[in-house]
């Protein structure tokens, strides 16, 4: 399957997370973005090096600079179950606004076309390191790194498209 790639509308699809009441959640991608400007961040995986002491920190760390350009949503994703999302969001104490959720199984990883086979390093199959920039739906900004790479999907990549 092709990657999504700017100019496309965002496949459906369904994701999970603890809302803020500790509940879990399963819901449509469609359901959370309809209307709104989203960034949709994905990692290969919770707790792993580079997601947790750069990607993750960097979003939220500019998530009000992000706000004040008017993103409504700003999405953290990985194939994790919700738990491990949890408990990973739990160690930003000074995150307001990045929601982790999880693609339990890789379905909509692989709907998105973004799928990364670490199966060699015994992590399986996980979702490429990514940024989307999502208005209504439709991805406007797709910054897809290439294997291991960080390098075109932080924070500050998608500030400078905005």
């Avoid at 009441?21 to 949709?40: E, F, R």
């Avoid at 076309?113 to 797709?142: C, Q």
Wanted: with cysteine; glycine share 10%.
């Amino acid at each position: 399957m092709a990657p999504i790639t700017v100019g496309d509308v965002v496949p459906d699809g369904t994701i999970s997370f603890f809302d803020e009441n500790d509940q879990l959640q399963t819901v449509s991608v469609h359901s959370i973005a309809a209307g709104k400007k989203v960034i949709l961040f994905g990692v290969p995986g919770a707790f792993t090096p580079t997601c947790s002491m750069s990607h993750v920190p960097g979003f939220i760390g500019k998530a009000e600079e992000l706000k004040s350009k008017g993103i409504d949503e700003i999405i953290c994703f990985s194939v994790n179950d919700p738990f491990v999302m949890k408990a990973w969001g739990k160690t930003y104490p000074e995150n307001k606004h990045v929601k982790f959720v999880a693609d339990g199984s890789g379905e909509y990883t692989h709907i998105l076309g973004l799928e990364l086979d670490l199966k060699e390093k015994g992590l399986g199959i996980r979702s490429r390191r990514f940024a989307l920039l999502l208005d209504n739906l439709k991805v406007t900004v797709a910054n897809v790194e290439s294997g291991g790479d960080f390098t075109v999907s932080s924070a500050e990549d998608i500030l400078k498209a905005l």
